[in-house]
């Protein structure tokens, strides 16, 4: 499967963010204030900390799981809210060398 640029670029920023990191693992985190005219929001963390980046489609997430770099681990949905979420991922270090690649 041949990846887009952002999602390579995508791939690049967790490889930065989680190296050096025992854990390889991330979440990606969404919620709803629920109200306007604020929106869903969606985010990246690791290790307790949000990662910065740009606006972030969740398709991007699938492909690189698709792909084989990520691998998904556990998912969770609030019982009372189901606009609140967290999936959690582990970059799998078998595939570190993509970054040479990019």
Do not use: C
């Not at 791939?11 to 969404?30: I, N, V």
């Not at 609030?78 to 690649?101: G, Q």
């Amino acid at each position: 499967m041949e990846l887009t640029r952002p999602q390579l670029d995508l791939l690049e920023r967790l490889q930065s963010a989680l190296d050096g990191q025992a854990a390889q693992e991330f979440t990606y985190e969404t919620e709803y204030l629920g109200y306007l005219p604020y929106g869903q929001y969606h985010w990246l963390a690791a290790a307790g900390q949000h990662l910065p980046g740009e606006i972030l489609e969740f398709s991007d997430l699938e492909a690189l799981e698709k792909a084989g770099y990520l691998l998904r681990v556990s998912e969770w949905r609030n019982p009372e809210d189901d606009t609140h979420s967290r999936i959690t991922f582990v970059l799998r270090s078998d595939d570190a060398d993509v970054r040479k690649s990019v």
